[in-house]
């Protein structure tokens, strides 16, 4: 039995402790997005860094900037400059669970058959825990991991990381590494991981109809003044196909991909459970592109909200001012300049009924990533993943926008950037009832236990 065998063992022998201590930190409902949970981030990021500080890990900080939720970051470079130096990326914040149908309290971890159930559960506290656990796992059996090691965990990453960038440039020692895994992402099966290589960029939109300087009775007026609300929903239909798709910039992708992705088992069932469509209702049509390139590569279009009157505001009126803000996911190898250049024309050109049409971009939004991972950290990481999980890895995409990583991306670009994680098509993430597969959790512990091994082991990361 090799070294990295008997640390992955004795993982194996901790597993239900770890579960253990992934629910403590569930508990905390570090919710970033919402002032009234913002000192629960804060109280999480203390109890993240006493946590280390304990394990042994040197160097650990809670880092705060001014009008910034906080960071933890902690070292382990006891392997020496000869080993590479490994960061790796986890966020500690949660999304919000206010309105949402939970069948369990979501800041409790509950059990039941495989998946363990709480906000946060995959994404991405059991993320980075499991990397904790394989870490300690080493600290037990060999005093430490072969490699040095690096760990920030971000406080920010559901709210956009809007001060990422600022804790690169406050904090440039955090960040300096020769391998950077980012635990934040998803696998498109129970046994099969996935390494990320493409999100969809994100950009939003006002779109908004006014003729009329106060709203006006319809009865008097209609049919010889124009309707707003008639012309938002006209405008709006212009983006999309028969099948409800955004109709436009679409991209041709190398056919390569293309046989490739046909592999991944997106099918109908698993977008049915993973979507949690209603019985009668089908997925859309593949139209000739498999689901992974639809939800991967194409751009997509979401109407997110409209001042269309809701039952409790009804009158018979001809309204003012309609409004919708659309969210546009930007496909690979796209732009924001590109999708505006595309909208404009298709929503300002022949208003309807004459009516005053604007198209304001909203603030914030994320780029496009498209990545090519090539060397020899990428072999040794296919070398882990064949140790735990009994395949390589199997290149994916994300549909969402992760802003994070486009900064990393961009910032980071010579060195490898493994992006991996615990998520899968029925995690849930961002919605009610999120879940961790564990036998993904148990899988993914002792895949790092032998990324860290093989990363060590791998000539031309120095």
């Known amino acids: 039995m090799s070294q990295a065998d008997a640390v992955a063992a004795f993982a194996e022998t901790r597993f239900d402790d770890t579960v253990a201590e992934l629910a403590r ?29 304990d394990l042994g890990f040197t160097n650990v900080r809670v880092l705060h900037l001014d009008g910034a939720l906080p960071s933890v970051s902690a070292e382990w470079l006891t392997a020496g400059p000869s080993a590479p130096t490994i960061l790796v990326y986890g966020h500690l914040d949660l999304q919000p669970v206010k309105g949402e149908p939970w069948e369990t309290d979501p800041h409790t971890a509950v059990i039941k058959g495989d998946r363990l159930y709480a ?4 994404d991405d506290m059991g993320g980075w825990v499991s990397h904790l656990a394989a870490l300690r796992a080493w600290l037990a059996v060999a005093g430490g991991p072969p490699c040095n090691i690096k760990l920030f965990i971000e406080g920010e990453e559901e ?36 390494l990320t290589v493409s999100l969809r960029g994100l950009v939003e939109y006002e779109l908004a109809c006014e003729a009329i300087a106060s709203d006006i009775h319809s009865g008097l007026w209609g049919n010889i003044v124009p309707d707003v609300s008639v012309a938002l929903v006209t405008h709006l239909a212009r983006l999309f196909d028969a099948d409800g798709r955004f109709a436009f910039l679409r991209v041709e992708v190398p056919e390569a991909w293309r046989q490739a992705a046909r592999d ?32 991967w590569r194409q751009p997509a279009c979401t109407i997110v909200s409209t001042t269309l009157p809701t039952p409790d505001r009804q009158k018979n009126a001809l309204r003012a001012r309609a409004s919708a803000v659309l969210s546009v996911r930007i496909a690979p190898g796209q732009t924001r300049h ?73 910032r980071f670009s010579k060195l490898p950037l493994i992006l991996n994680g615990v998520m899968d098509p029925e995690t849930s993430a961002h919605g009610p009832n999120e879940s961790l597969h ?18 060590a082991r791998c000539d031309g990361l120095r």
């Open 159 to 194: 709210i956009g990381s809007p001060n990422l960038e600022r804790y690169m440039d406050t904090f440039p020692d955090v960040f300096e590494a020769d391998v950077m895994v980012l635990t934040d992402c998803e696998n498109p099966a129970i046994d099969i991981p996935g």
């Open 438 to 455: 564990l036998g993904i959790f148990r899988k993914a512990i002792a895949a790092n236990v032998h990324l860290y091994d093989e990363l």
């Open 25 to 53: 930190y569930l508990t905390f409902p570090a919710i970033s997005c919402d002032p009234a949970h913002q000192g629960d981030v804060r109280r999480l990021a203390d109890a993240i860094a006493k946590d280390l500080k």
């Open 119 to 122: 906000r946060g559960a995959a």
């Open 338 to 410: 590109d999708i505006r250049a595309c909208l404009e024309p298709l929503l300002l050109d022949r208003p309807t009924g004459g009516v005053r049409i604007t198209l304001t971009e909203r603030p914030g939004g994320a780029e496009a990533w498209l990545y090519t991972p090539q060397g020899p950290a990428f072999a040794a990481a296919d070398r882990a993943y064949v140790k735990a999980w009994g395949r390589p890895l199997v290149q994916v995409g994300v549909g969402g926008s992760i802003p994070f990583v486009a900064m990393f991306g961009r």
């Open 264 to 295: 991944i088992p997106l099918t109908p069932e698993v977008i049915r459970a993973g979507a949690h469509l209603l019985p009668d209702v089908e997925p859309l049509p593949e139209c000739g592109h498999h689901h992974t390139e639809w939800i």
